[in-house]
């Protein structure tokens, strides 16, 4: 089958076809906003759907690094009640909810006093450059006081656990908006 090319005369012909009968004006008509409809859908689900598997190697060193600084600033928060460092490198929510487990360790009469030793991060992923999903591994030393007396209740040496974060791009860097643990390691 060939293919032959279309001339000029032809093409006013179907527009002129096209023009004296109302019905397949329509017809065309309904066909072209199809058609752009279409092109308009993807190209904005194109936009909205801009992952990356992986993150650059400067955002991730930053990221890295907002993680690092947020480890012992935690252990901190748990231990002492000291939040305002916290806040510096967390979303308020976040922020919150470490406050209520520690007011719920309280509440159990208990104080935990963590030591951050070691990070591993496994992964970072990016979203629309702003958005981070990272996995780590981390290694602590936990120790559990009575709230009080600060007696010893447990202890729990190179305790390892897969940890999940989610972050946010703010303007002086990253901030963590949630921070999970997903399991505990052998």
């Known amino acids: 089958m060939t293919r032959r090319k279309s001339t000029g005369r032809e093409i006013r012909l179907l527009h002129s076809a096209a023009m004296s009968n109302p019905a397949h004006l329509r017809t065309m008509s309904s066909t072209v906003l199809a058609v752009v409809a279409v092109l308009l859908s993807l190209g904005l689900t194109a936009g909205c759907s801009d992952t990356s598997s992986g993150a650059s190697e400067v955002d991730q060193a930053d990221i890295e690094v907002t993680i690092r600084e947020y480890l012992p600033r935690l ?4 231990a002492k009640g000291e939040f305002a460092p916290l806040e510096e490198v967390a979303v308020p929510k976040e922020v919150a909810r470490v406050k209520f487990r520690r007011g719920e360790l309280a509440d159990q009469g208990k104080v935990y006093e963590p030591t951050f030793k070691e990070l591993v991060v496994e ?3 990016t979203w629309k ?3 981070a999903f990272v996995t780590t591994v981390e290694t602590w030393d936990v ?3 009575t709230l009080g007396d600060h007696i010893l209740l447990s202890e ?3 305790q390892r656990n897969r940890v999940k974060y989610q972050l946010k791009r703010k303007d002086r860097g990253w901030v963590v908006l949630y921070r999970e643990l997903d399991k505990a390691l052998e």
Not at 75 to 78: Q, S
């Open 129 to 131: 450059h702003s958005n």
């Open 143 to 145: 120790h559990s006081y």
């Open 123 to 125: 992964s970072v992923s």
């Open 75 to 78: 252990a901190a928060a748990y």
């Open 156 to 158: 729990v040496t190179d």
